[in-house]
C-alpha cells in the first residue's frame, strides 16, 4: 500500500469516527445515559476528524448552541486545511505529496 492510499484511508476513518461518535452523542443524549465526553470528540476532530465531527454536528444538529463547538470545529478544520495546502506547496520536498 502506497503512502498516499494510506493516508486517504486514515482520514476516511477517523472522520467516519467522528460522524459515528457525533451520531451516538446525540442517540444518548436523547436516552439521558452515559454521554461521549465533549474531549473525545474534539481529539477525532484534532486528528483528523474535523470534517466528520463537522458534518455529524450539523447533520444530528448536536452541540449546536455550544459556541466552542460551532466555532471550534470548523476552525481545527480550517486549520489542517492549510497544513495541508502549505505541506503540499512548500518547498521542501514531500516524497509522498
Do not use: C
Not at 500500500?1 to 476516511?12: G, P, Q, R, T
Not at 476532530?45 to 470534517?51: C, D, K, R, V
Not at 455550544?66 to 481545527?76: D, K, R, T
Not at 497544513?83 to 521542501?92: K, M, R, T, V, W
Request: positive net charge; charged residues 15%.
Amino acid at each position: 500500500m502506497d503512502v498516499v492510499l494510506a493516508i486517504a484511508v486514515y482520514i476516511s476513518s477517523v472522520n467516519l469516527l467522528g460522524l459515528i461518535l457525533m451520531g451516538i452523542d446525540k442517540y444518548k443524549a436523547k436516552k439521558r445515559t452515559f454521554r461521549i465526553p465533549e474531549a473525545t470528540l474534539f481529539t477525532v476532530a484534532i486528528f483528523g476528524g474535523s470534517l466528520g465531527t463537522t458534518l455529524g454536528m450539523f447533520l444530528f444538529r448536536h452541540k449546536t448552541r455550544h459556541w466552542y463547538f460551532l466555532y471550534g470545529m470548523p476552525l481545527i478544520m480550517m486549520i489542517q486545511a492549510a497544513i495541508i495546502y502549505f505541506l503540499y506547496h512548500s518547498p521542501i520536498e514531500f516524497l509522498f505529496l
